[in-house]
C-alpha cells in the first residue's frame, strides 16, 4: 500500500472498483498495446539478425605459426585496426594458415555496417609487404549469417569386369616381353594402375627414372618398360631382394618426395607370375573414377546449386570434395569466394 496525499492510507484494488471506466480504459489500452505488438512481431522463419562478425583468412603454406603470427597476422591485425567501428579483432594461429575474426560495435547500422566491410575489403586488395609465399587474405562477411550444406561425392571402387579386362591385358603384355627369355621365371614386374583420365606418359617416365635408378644401384638388370591400357609396367632380373628394397626406399624418399606419379595411381602390385595377376588386382583395386573426374562432377553440382535463389556462394576444398554455403536472399553477393586445389584423401563411400 502507498500513503495517500491526504494522509490516509491509498488502497490500489478499492481505487479501480471505485473508479471502473479508469480500470476498463487501462484495460483496452493493454489489449491494444498487446495486438499491436503481437501484429508487428516478427513472423520469418529465418528471421533478419544483423551480424556484426567477419573473417579474414590468410595462408602461408609451409611457414611455422610463429612466423605466421609475426609476419602475417600481426600486419593484418594492423590493418583491420584501421576500419571505423571495429571494436574486437581476435586472431587464431596455426601452421601455415591464420584466421582473424572481426567485431563491429553494437550501434552499427546495416547501412555502416555494409560501408565498414567494403572499406575492409578495399584494403585487403591493396595490401603490401606479406612475405614471398604467402596468399592474398580472404573476406568472407558472411559469417555466422549462414546455413551451410555440404555434399562429400566419392568414387565407387571398379567392378570385377574392369579388373578381369585390366588383368587379362597386364598378363598378355609380360608374357610376351619375357616370351624366350632364358631366366623367364625368376624375373619380377612392378605394375602401376591407374584410370583412364590419367595421363599414361606421366607414370611411364616416373618408371624410367625408376629403372635408370634401379640399373644404377645394380638392383635390378634387363629391364624394360612396358605400357598399354591403364597400366604401365616394369619388367625386370632383380639382383637381391634387399638391393630392391633398398631401391625402392631411395626412390620413393630421394627421387618421388614419398609421393606416387600420380594420386589416381592404385596400390602398385609386383608380379612375378602372371597368372596370379588378376588375384593382385583384386587386392590393390582403386576407385572407378580419378580425381579430375570427380572434380569435373562436383564443379556441375556447384554451378547448379549456385542457380538456386537462396545459395549465396559455393565454394569447394579439395578435388573430390565441394561444399555449398547457402545463406539468406539478401546476402545473396558475397564478398570473395575461394576454391582451391589439393590432393585430398578419398574416403570409402559417399554422401
Same mark, same amino acid.
Given at each position: 500500500?502507498?500513503?495517500?496525499?491526504?494522509?490516509?492510507?491509498?488502497?490500489?484494488?478499492?481505487?479501480?472498483?471505485?473508479?471502473?471506466? =479508469?480500470?476498463? !480504459?487501462?484495460?483496452?489500452?493493454?489489449?491494444?498495446?498487446?495486438?499491436?505488438?503481437?501484429?508487428?512481431?516478427?513472423?520469418?522463419?529465418?528471421?533478419?539478425?544483423?551480424?556484426?562478425?567477419?573473417?579474414?583468412?590468410?595462408?602461408?603454406?609451409?611457414?611455422?605459426?610463429?612466423?605466421?603470427?609475426?609476419?602475417?597476422?600481426?600486419?593484418?591485425?594492423?590493418? !583491420?585496426?584501421?576500419?571505423?567501428?571495429?571494436?574486437? =579483432?581476435?586472431?587464431?594461429?596455426?601452421?601455415?594458415?591464420?584466421?582473424?575474426?572481426?567485431?563491429?560495435?553494437?550501434?552499427?547500422?546495416?547501412?555502416?555496417?555494409?560501408?565498414?566491410?567494403?572499406?575492409?575489403?578495399?584494403?585487403?586488395?591493396?595490401?603490401?609487404?606479406?612475405?614471398?609465399?604467402?596468399?592474398?587474405?580472404?573476406?568472407?562477411?558472411?559469417?555466422?549469417?549462414?546455413?551451410?550444406?555440404?555434399?562429400?561425392?566419392?568414387?565407387?571402387?571398379?567392378? +570385377?569386369?574392369?579388373?578381369?579386362?585390366? #588383368?587379362?591385358? =597386364?598378363?598378355?603384355?609380360?608374357?610376351?616381353?619375357?616370351?624366350?627369355?632364358?631366366?623367364?621365371?625368376?624375373? *619380377?614386374?612392378?605394375?602401376?594402375?591407374?584410370?583412364?583420365?590419367?595421363?599414361?606418359?606421366?607414370? #611411364?617416365?616416373?618408371?624410367?627414372?625408376?629403372? +635408370?635408378?634401379?640399373?644404377?644401384?645394380?638392383?635390378?638388370?634387363?629391364?624394360?618398360?612396358?605400357?598399354?591400357?591403364?597400366?604401365?609396367?616394369?619388367?625386370?632380373?632383380?639382383?637381391?631382394?634387399?638391393?630392391?628394397?633398398?631401391?625402392?626406399?631411395?626412390?620413393?624418399?630421394?627421387?618421388?618426395?614419398?609421393?606416387?606419379?600420380?594420386?589416381?595411381?592404385?596400390? @602398385? =602390385?609386383?608380379?612375378?607370375?602372371?597368372?596370379?595377376?588378376?588375384?593382385?588386382?583384386? *587386392?590393390?583395386?582403386?576407385?572407378?573414377?580419378?580425381?579430375?573426374?570427380?572434380?569435373?562432377?562436383?564443379?556441375?553440382?556447384?554451378?547448379?546449386?549456385?542457380?538456386? @535463389?537462396? !545459395?549465396?556462394?559455393?565454394?569447394?576444398?579439395?578435388?573430390?570434395?565441394?561444399?555449398?554455403?547457402?545463406?539468406?536472399?539478401?546476402?545473396?553477393?558475397?564478398?570473395?569466394?575461394?576454391?582451391?586445389? +589439393?590432393? @585430398?584423401?578419398?574416403?570409402?563411400?559417399?554422401?
Amino acid at each position: 500500500m502507498n500513503v495517500h496525499p491526504a494522509g490516509g492510507r491509498f488502497n490500489t484494488a478499492r481505487f479501480f472498483v471505485e473508479h471502473p471506466h =479508469i480500470a476498463w !480504459v487501462a484495460l483496452v489500452a493493454t489489449l491494444a498495446w498487446g495486438a499491436w505488438a503481437y501484429v508487428q512481431m516478427p513472423q520469418r522463419k529465418d528471421p533478419e539478425i544483423l551480424v556484426k562478425t567477419a573473417t579474414v583468412t590468410a595462408a602461408w603454406p609451409g611457414a611455422e605459426a610463429a612466423d605466421v603470427e609475426q609476419l602475417v597476422a600481426r600486419p593484418l591485425e594492423l590493418l !583491420v585496426a584501421q576500419v571505423p567501428h571495429v571494436d574486437e =579483432i581476435e586472431s587464431i594461429t596455426r601452421t601455415g594458415t591464420t584466421t582473424l575474426f572481426v567485431t563491429l560495435e553494437d550501434d552499427v547500422g546495416e547501412q555502416e555496417l555494409e560501408e565498414a566491410w567494403n572499406d575492409l575489403e578495399s584494403r585487403l586488395q591493396t595490401l603490401r609487404g606479406l612475405p614471398a609465399g604467402a596468399l592474398r587474405p580472404l573476406l568472407n562477411t558472411h559469417f555466422g549469417d549462414t546455413a551451410t550444406v555440404l555434399y562429400s561425392v566419392a568414387s565407387p571402387p571398379v567392378d +570385377e569386369v574392369e579388373v578381369d579386362v585390366r #588383368a587379362a591385358s =597386364i598378363r598378355k603384355a609380360i608374357e610376351a616381353h619375357r616370351a624366350g627369355k632364358p631366366d623367364a621365371a625368376g624375373r *619380377a614386374a612392378k605394375v602401376f594402375v591407374f584410370p583412364a583420365g590419367v595421363d599414361g606418359r606421366t607414370v #611411364a617416365a616416373a618408371a624410367r627414372k625408376y629403372l +635408370e635408378t634401379g640399373e644404377r644401384m645394380g638392383a635390378i638388370a634387363d629391364g624394360a618398360v612396358l605400357g598399354g591400357g591403364g597400366f604401365v609396367a616394369i619388367d625386370y632380373s632383380p639382383r637381391g631382394e634387399e638391393r630392391i628394397a633398398a631401391l625402392d626406399a631411395h626412390f620413393r624418399q630421394e627421387v618421388m618426395g614419398g609421393e606416387l606419379p600420380h594420386p589416381d595411381i592404385w596400390t @602398385p =602390385i609386383l608380379v612375378r607370375d602372371p597368372a596370379a595377376v588378376r588375384a593382385q588386382l583384386v *587386392a590393390s583395386a582403386g576407385d572407378k573414377y580419378g580425381y579430375r573426374e570427380l572434380d569435373e562432377f562436383t564443379t556441375v553440382l556447384r554451378d547448379e546449386l549456385a542457380r538456386l @535463389p537462396a !545459395v549465396g556462394r559455393s565454394s569447394g576444398t579439395g578435388s573430390s570434395r565441394r561444399s555449398c554455403t547457402c545463406s539468406t536472399p539478401r546476402s545473396a553477393s558475397p564478398r570473395s569466394t575461394s576454391s582451391r586445389s +589439393e590432393s @585430398p584423401r578419398r574416403s570409402g563411400g559417399g554422401t
